[in-house]
Nanobody
Framework: QVQLVESGGGLVQAGDSLRLSCAASGRTFSSYSMGWFRQAPGKEREFVAAFTRNGGWTYYADSVKGRFTISRDNAKNTVYLQMNSLKPEDTAVYYC?????????????????WGQGTQVTVSS
Protein backbone atom coordinates (compact mmCIF):
# COMPACT_ATOMS: atom_id res chain seq x y z
CA GLN A 1 0.00 0.00 0.00
CA VAL A 2 1.18 3.51 -0.76
CA GLN A 3 1.15 6.32 1.80
CA LEU A 4 0.47 9.88 0.64
CA VAL A 5 1.24 13.21 2.31
CA GLU A 6 0.10 16.50 0.80
CA SER A 7 1.68 19.89 1.40
CA GLY A 8 1.69 23.36 -0.06
CA GLY A 9 -1.74 24.64 0.85
CA GLY A 10 -2.33 28.07 2.30
CA LEU A 11 -4.20 31.35 2.21
CA VAL A 12 -3.84 33.38 -0.98
CA GLN A 13 -5.66 36.13 -2.82
CA ALA A 14 -7.68 35.73 -5.97
CA GLY A 15 -5.38 35.60 -8.98
CA ASP A 16 -2.45 34.15 -7.05
CA SER A 17 -0.77 30.79 -7.60
CA LEU A 18 0.00 27.81 -5.40
CA ARG A 19 1.73 24.51 -6.00
CA LEU A 20 0.58 21.51 -4.04
CA SER A 21 2.83 18.52 -3.56
CA CYS A 22 1.98 14.94 -2.71
CA ALA A 23 4.82 12.75 -1.52
CA ALA A 24 4.32 9.01 -1.81
CA SER A 25 6.02 6.19 0.04
CA GLY A 26 5.57 2.46 0.07
CA ARG A 27 4.59 0.64 -3.06
CA THR A 28 6.28 1.54 -6.33
CA PHE A 29 5.01 5.00 -7.13
CA SER A 30 5.15 4.58 -10.87
CA SER A 31 2.64 1.73 -10.73
CA TYR A 32 -0.14 4.11 -9.64
CA SER A 33 -2.28 6.52 -11.51
CA MET A 34 -2.56 9.67 -9.41
CA GLY A 35 -5.35 12.12 -8.92
CA TRP A 36 -6.25 15.31 -7.08
CA PHE A 37 -9.67 15.90 -5.58
CA ARG A 38 -11.08 18.71 -3.47
CA GLN A 39 -13.86 19.10 -0.97
CA ALA A 40 -15.42 22.37 0.09
CA PRO A 41 -17.51 22.67 3.28
CA GLY A 42 -20.94 21.16 2.80
CA LYS A 43 -20.08 19.76 -0.61
CA GLU A 44 -19.10 16.39 -1.97
CA ARG A 45 -15.55 15.56 -2.87
CA GLU A 46 -14.98 16.46 -6.50
CA PHE A 47 -12.46 15.51 -9.12
CA VAL A 48 -9.81 18.07 -10.03
CA ALA A 49 -7.14 16.36 -12.13
CA ALA A 50 -5.52 12.99 -12.77
CA PHE A 51 -2.44 11.52 -14.40
CA THR A 52 -2.20 7.96 -15.70
CA ARG A 53 0.52 5.70 -14.37
CA ASN A 54 2.45 5.70 -17.61
CA GLY A 55 2.17 9.43 -17.91
CA GLY A 56 0.40 9.19 -21.22
CA TRP A 57 -2.83 10.94 -20.29
CA THR A 58 -3.95 13.78 -18.09
CA TYR A 59 -7.49 14.71 -17.20
CA TYR A 60 -8.93 17.89 -15.75
CA ALA A 61 -12.25 19.09 -14.44
CA ASP A 62 -13.76 21.76 -16.66
CA SER A 63 -13.66 24.20 -13.75
CA VAL A 64 -9.85 24.10 -13.57
CA LYS A 65 -8.87 23.41 -17.18
CA GLY A 66 -6.36 25.96 -18.39
CA ARG A 67 -5.52 27.10 -14.84
CA PHE A 68 -4.30 23.95 -13.08
CA THR A 69 -1.58 21.53 -14.17
CA ILE A 70 -0.93 18.08 -12.75
CA SER A 71 2.50 16.55 -13.06
CA ARG A 72 4.55 13.81 -11.47
CA ASP A 73 8.20 13.15 -10.77
CA ASN A 74 8.68 9.41 -10.43
CA ALA A 75 12.28 9.86 -9.31
CA LYS A 76 11.04 11.88 -6.33
CA ASN A 77 7.86 9.85 -5.79
CA THR A 78 5.92 13.09 -5.92
CA VAL A 79 2.91 14.41 -7.77
CA TYR A 80 2.23 18.12 -8.08
CA LEU A 81 -0.75 20.34 -8.73
CA GLN A 82 0.21 23.77 -10.02
CA MET A 83 -2.71 26.12 -9.51
CA ASN A 84 -2.73 29.47 -11.26
CA SER A 85 -5.30 32.26 -11.43
CA LEU A 86 -6.93 31.02 -8.27
CA LYS A 87 -10.53 31.97 -7.57
CA PRO A 88 -12.50 32.07 -4.30
CA GLU A 89 -14.50 29.08 -5.54
CA ASP A 90 -11.27 27.04 -5.53
CA THR A 91 -11.31 27.18 -1.73
CA ALA A 92 -11.38 23.61 -0.41
CA VAL A 93 -9.36 20.87 1.19
CA TYR A 94 -7.30 19.27 -1.55
CA TYR A 95 -6.53 15.56 -1.48
CA CYS A 96 -4.21 13.48 -3.56
CA UNK A 97 -5.08 9.88 -4.27
CA UNK A 98 -3.51 6.80 -5.83
CA UNK A 99 -5.23 4.30 -8.09
CA UNK A 100 -3.71 0.91 -8.82
CA UNK A 101 -6.29 -0.71 -11.06
CA UNK A 102 -8.08 0.38 -14.18
CA UNK A 103 -10.91 2.35 -12.66
CA UNK A 104 -12.49 5.58 -13.77
CA UNK A 105 -10.06 8.25 -12.65
CA UNK A 106 -12.86 10.81 -12.38
CA UNK A 107 -14.49 8.82 -9.57
CA UNK A 108 -13.26 9.04 -5.99
CA UNK A 109 -14.37 5.46 -5.41
CA UNK A 110 -11.80 4.19 -7.91
CA UNK A 111 -8.84 5.21 -5.77
CA UNK A 112 -7.02 2.90 -3.39
CA UNK A 113 -5.22 5.35 -1.12
CA TRP A 114 -5.69 8.94 0.03
CA GLY A 115 -3.66 11.60 1.72
CA GLN A 116 -4.86 13.59 4.71
CA GLY A 117 -5.57 16.73 2.69
CA THR A 118 -4.23 20.27 2.62
CA GLN A 119 -6.34 23.41 2.97
CA VAL A 120 -6.41 25.97 0.19
CA THR A 121 -8.20 29.24 0.90
CA VAL A 122 -8.59 31.92 -1.75
CA SER A 123 -9.79 35.33 -0.62
CA SER A 124 -11.52 37.77 -2.93
Amino acid sequence: QVQLVESGGGLVQAGDSLRLSCAASGRTFSSYSMGWFRQAPGKEREFVAAFTRNGGWTYYADSVKGRFTISRDNAKNTVYLQMNSLKPEDTAVYYCAAEYGTGNLYRAGSYDAWGQGTQVTVSS
